[in-house]
């Protein structure tokens, strides 16, 4: 295990609540999955969604983290103007940057389903 890996995830969910995604350590072509937006691919990609709930976002709470090598899974959760949102968020991390993202959640909370 490599804290660096922990510190990368943890610089990440950190740059939400901060509203500040350039904090974020995105690997250039990073590979995202959410059930509200399915798949992106690339750095711009993920920044452009994730700052559309910036403004929604008031704070976030990590819980656990588990790691295995170059991964590591995060159980948090963001305290949004929607509501409590649990996430259970996968990362793979390469050289300090996260290359792959997927997101566990319920989207009903944040679509209005």
Not at 68 to 93: C, H, M, N, S
């Amino acid at each position: 295990m490599s804290n660096q890996n922990i510190e990368a995830v943890e610089a990440y969910i950190y740059s939400l609540k901060e509203k500040d995604l350039s904090k974020a350590p995105l690997a250039d072509d990073v590979f995202f999955v959410d059930p509200i937006v399915g798949e992106i691919k690339g750095v711009e990609g993920v920044r452009q969604f994730l700052s559309n709930f910036l403004p929604a976002i008031n704070d976030v709470r990590i819980h656990k983290h588990f790691t295995d090598g170059d991964y590591v899974a995060t159980r948090w959760e963001v305290d949004a103007t929607f509501g409590l949102i649990p996430i259970f968020e996968q990362f793979k991390i390469v050289d300090g940057k996260i290359t792959e993202a997927i997101a566990y959640l319920d989207p009903r909370p944040i679509t209005g389903g």
